[in-house]
């Protein structure tokens, strides 16, 4: 496509300079250089295609940054981005470097809040508009809530709250209702929102009818609001409230999303309000890119692809499809074992689970924290429950894990998946803490396997051989590949080479391989090198402990936090038992990782095999640290 207004777009100010026309153009010059984008970048793409004409609308109606658009996820936010100053960065989309594929506050001015988790905006929104009520602004604060994040219980705390802040607060929610989350949406809430959707052209008038009342003087605005008064009333008499409008807010729509003048006369219609709004607009995820929106659930989060089939460029075999194979295997010998996912089916590789085994097999929705207890609930009724889950997901569960998991010593089998660093999602979704705060929990059990084998072995002992909760650990992406002399067993750890070594380096899960090339390249060199390799990171092993005593310089490379990591755990264990050495731990400093490949990470946090090498050369004979 041949871009004619795309290019002309520096800013918000240019969108409100438009014909209605030049509108429409510019809404397919989006898509089509999203689609090209994300076709070579990956990326979330259904989602950004279903948002662009409400994207542009906003920027029409609302004047950004003064007026703050809030964008739950944020993984929406890609027309945004080309409608804010960021065309010429575009390109670098998800790349090193490059601009983000989510929200993110210092990258631009008009990214109001840093986003990655869902169910989140509205309460920040909430938050800003009050703010702004305070300090006698009169900006808008408008957030941006896909029906998927309803389907997370802080949601509706924030409705909560929000709808009692009546008269003054220039709060704006704007429902975008696709009838999808990441997996298709299920329960009582999205049947709800099926029977919501009404005749489109009632809020047309409606606005227009709201317009001209409000801008009479003197009678104009107690005529409309003696007006919703009365219609209010007979629509209670008649169909019940929505709950929306139970909880405080005016409620106006469903209207159609996709129709820009529409969105612009309904935006302008609830910007007359002085009470918190809710504008329930339908869209359609994929919008303008047919494959995108025949499978919205596969286009949602994508690597690069071929525009033309939608095929994506072939990947290999991973640790999700490892474990969605196991899991499938043992049900059908296990009655007891069920699966939980928190909107994730296809991501954590329970798809053939949930065809086989539907009546064990339960999507609560992005509701990680009711995952929890209610995998605890099953537990305590002699269920064997797996929550399979993101580990940067897993945080939102801290002390659901805690207090009704851990503190009852009830068995749930955590599948920690994307564990470690994850590259092009960036600071939000790297799995660098879970070690680290699973550390702190007590009577809870972590394997981090580094091969497909020890995978399905770390679940074997979470299954059937450890007592309490127990986390299996495990990265994105394929197995590596592992020298035969150094096959891991069945134990909890492994140790390769002489006790009484130079140096020994202390590693689990991905860091193994590396090792072994640190390992083979300082040998050569006439540095002897043992490997402890954990295949249970807590609690650590003593005998693993005890098989670096001998070493002069033990050195542990941990993908994860430093602070409150294995590695802080092995280090004061060595002590206790007298170590006189040198010891080394590597690993991510309390900082957030901005995005990379998984490869330039490894690098950039000294994890690679050859920051490995060079670390223990400086060490010998160096000062400790």
């Known amino acids: 496509m041949e871009y004619q207004i795309l290019p002309k777009i520096n800013g918000p100010d240019d969108v409100k300079k438009l014909s209605e026309a030049e509108l429409e153009r510019l809404a397919a010059e989006i898509r089509d250089r999203m689609i090209r984008t994300v076709s070579k970048n990956g990326g979330h793409l259904a989602s950004n295609l279903g948002v662009v004409e409400l994207t542009i609308a906003l920027h029409r109606v609302f004047d950004s940054p003064n007026d703050k658009i809030v964008w739950d996820v944020g993984h929406q936010c890609y027309?945004?981005?080309?409608?804010?100053?960021?065309?010429?960065?575009?390109?670098?989309?998800?790349?090193?470097?490059?601009?983000?594929?989510?929200t993110r506050r210092n990258e631009s001015e008009h990214d109001i809040f840093s986003g990655g988790h869902s169910s989140v905006a509205l309460s920040a929104a909430f938050g800003i508009a009050e703010a702004?009520?305070?300090?006698?602004?009169?900006?808008?604060?408008?957030?941006?809530?896909?029906?998927?994040?309803?389907?997370?219980?802080?949601?509706?705390?924030?409705?909560?709250?929000?709808?009692?802040?009546?008269?003054?607060?220039?709060?704006?929610?704007?429902?975008?209702?696709?009838?999808?989350?990441?997996?298709?949406?299920?329960?009582?809430?999205?049947?709800?929102?099926?029977?919501?959707?009404?005749?489109?052209?009632?809020?047309?008038?409606?606005?227009?009818?709201?317009?001209?009342?409000?801008?009479?003087?003197?009678?104009?605005?107690?005529?409309?609001?003696?007006?919703?008064n009365v219609k209010t009333r007979l629509k209670n008499a008649i169909y019940k409230s929505t709950m929306f409008e139970d909880m405080g807010f005016r409620y106006m729509g469903p209207i159609d999303g996709h129709d820009i003048p529409l969105l612009i006369d309904a935006l302008e219609g609830a910007i007359e309000a002085d009470y918190p709004i809710l504008l329930h607009i339908n869209t359609v995820k994929g919008k303008g890119y047919a494959i995108a929106e025949q499978k919205p659930d596969f286009f949602?989060?994508?690597?690069?692809?071929?525009?033309?089939?939608?095929?994506?460029?072939?990947?290999?075999?991973?640790?999700?499809?490892?474990?969605?194979?196991?899991?499938?295997?043992?049900?059908?010998?296990?009655?007891?074992?069920?699966?939980?996912?928190?909107?994730?089916?296809?991501g954590t590789g329970l798809t053939a689970f949930?065809?086989?085994?539907?009546?064990?097999?339960?999507?609560?929705?992005?509701?990680?924290?009711?995952?929890?207890?209610?995998?605890?609930?099953?537990?305590?009724?002699?269920?064997?429950?797996?929550?399979?889950v993101y580990s940067t997901f897993l945080q939102r569960a801290y002390d659901q894990i805690i207090h009704d998991c851990a503190m009852q010593g009830l068995k749930i089998v955590f599948a920690v998946d994307r564990a470690g660093f994850v590259g092009d999602d960036g600071e939000s979704h790297h799995g660098l803490f879970d070690a680290a705060f699973l550390n702190s929990i007590p009577d809870i059990t972590v394997y981090a396997p580094s091969t497909f084998a020890e995978l399905k072995t770390a679940f074997d002992k979470a299954l059937y051989q450890t007592e309490g909760p127990v986390a299996v650990r495990y990265p994105r992406g394929g197995e590596p590949d592992i020298p035969e002399a150094y096959l891991p067993s069945d134990e909890n750890f492994d140790f390769f080479g002489e006790a009484d070594a130079d140096a020994a380096i202390v590693v689990y899960g991905r860091m193994f391989p590396e090792a072994i090339k640190a390992k083979e390249q300082l040998e050569k060199e006439g540095v002897r090198v043992s490997i402890c390799k954990l295949n249970r990171i807590k609690p650590v092993p003593k005998a693993a402990v005890k098989s670096g005593m001998g070493a002069g310089v033990v050195c542990c490379f941990e993908e994860g936090q430093r602070c409150g990591g294995s590695g802080e755990t092995f280090a004061d264990k060595l002590s206790k038992y007298g170590f006189k050495g040198y010891f080394i731990d590597t690993g991510v400093k309390c900082e957030f990782c901005t995005q990379n490949t998984v490869e330039g990470l490894l690098k950039d946090y000294r994890l690679d095999a050859e920051s490995m090498a060079d670390l223990i050369r400086e060490k010998l004979g160096g000062e400790q640290i």
């Open 300 to 346: 949602h989060g994508i690597s690069a692809f071929n525009v033309v089939t939608g095929e994506k460029k072939s990947a290999n075999r991973g640790f999700s499809d490892v474990f969605g194979e196991y899991v499938t295997e043992k049900a059908g010998i296990d009655e007891r074992i069920c699966c939980i996912t928190a909107a994730m089916e296809l």
């Open 132 to 228: 702004n009520k305070k300090s006698g602004k009169k900006d808008y604060t408008i957030a941006v809530v896909g029906d998927g994040a309803f389907t997370g219980g802080m949601v509706y705390e924030a409705l909560n709250n929000a709808g009692h802040a009546g008269k003054g607060t220039r709060l704006i929610v704007i429902l975008n209702d696709n009838e999808m989350s990441i997996s298709k949406n299920v329960g009582a809430l999205a049947r709800y929102f099926a029977a919501l959707k009404a005749n489109p052209q009632y809020f047309r008038l409606k606005a227009t009818t709201e317009n001209v009342l409000n801008h009479i003087p003197l009678v104009g605005k107690p005529m409309a609001q003696g007006i919703y």
């Open 79 to 102: 027309a945004h981005k080309l409608l804010t100053g960021r065309q010429e960065a575009f390109d670098s989309l998800r790349l090193p470097g490059g601009i983000s594929g989510f």
């Open 354 to 388: 949930h065809q086989k085994f539907p009546d064990r097999f339960y999507d609560v929705g992005i509701a990680e924290q009711h995952a929890v207890t209610f995998a605890s609930g099953l537990a305590r009724g002699g269920m064997l429950p797996i929550f399979a």
